[in-house]
């Protein structure tokens, strides 16, 4: 298996312009992070998707943020419009649902806001 | 706010040397991960420690669960390059949800 895939892995955009971030999970894992990581806050989490429905977007900064999975091998993150301060590291991951299942992580998408 | 903190944040080490990262919080975790990420990727599980007290052991890393499941501590011995990375340790919350730790960047000299 290829893994979790991210693309793209670097992204240059202006201040607010729409980005979107795509991420491909392991074949047959169920749930889906999205996360972020940056150095003032580590890696926190964005958004939990399970069998493709959302349950629990408690960690999405705000409303300029929006996430998607219209089926089980594809999810977007989108941040419409853009800030400086939404530069960083975003990660996917995927696992198996189930307690304490291994969670396989994307080689994430650098985002630079300019 | 739950938090985890790591500590050092940052460490630099000769080859050969052994060395302890500590994970600390206040809050009571069901279960606590090990990560370690290098540059440009994202990170990979090295273990899961579920009962308090706990001891797992992977080659050279030992790694320990404290007894009131709030801390945790990943032991090194005779560190390599290979280990230079970014250990990250990380508390479920629920069944899903894990907080991670601030991160100790350890760094191995040959």
């Known amino acids: 298996d290829a893994g979790v895939i991210q693309s793209p892995r670097h992204e240059v955009t202006e201040m607010g312009q729409e980005v979107t971030l795509r991420c491909k999970p392991i074949?047959?894992?169920?749930?889906l992070f999205w996360y972020r990581q940056t150095m003032m806050r580590g890696l926190e989490l964005l958004i939990y998707?399970?069998?493709?429905?959302?349950?629990?977007d408690s960690g999405m900064p705000e409303d300029r943020f929006s996430a998607k999975m219209p089926n089980a091998s594809f999810s977007t993150l989108k941040i419409q419009p853009s800030e400086p301060r939404d530069s960083a590291v975003y990660f996917c991951?995927?696992?198996?649902?189930?307690?304490?299942?291994?969670?396989?992580f994307g080689q994430g998408t650098r985002l630079t806001v300019v | 706010t739950q938090l985890l903190e790591q500590s050092p944040q940052f460490l630099s080490i000769q080859e050969g040397e052994n060395l302890t990262v500590y994970c600390n919080s206040s809050?009571?975790?069901?279960?606590l991960q090990w990560y370690r990420q290098e540059p440009g990727e994202g990170p990979v599980l090295l273990v899961t420690?579920?009962?308090?007290?706990e001891v797992k052991k992977l080659k050279r890393l030992t790694f320990q669960f404290g007894d009131a499941r709030k801390d945790s501590s990943l032991h090194i011995t005779a560190a390599q390059p290979g280990d230079t990375g970014l250990y990250l340790c990380?508390?479920?919350?629920?069944?899903?949800?894990?907080?991670f730790g601030t991160g100790t960047r350890l760094k191995v000299l040959a």
């Open positions: 990380a508390g479920a919350i629920g069944t899903y949800k894990y907080i």
């Open positions: 420690v579920v009962t308090g007290g």
């Open positions: 998707f399970n069998n493709n429905v959302p349950i629990d």
């Open positions: 991951a995927s696992k198996v649902t189930g307690v304490n299942t291994e969670a396989f």
């Open positions: 074949s047959g894992h169920n749930s």
């Open positions: 809050s009571v975790f069901s279960s």
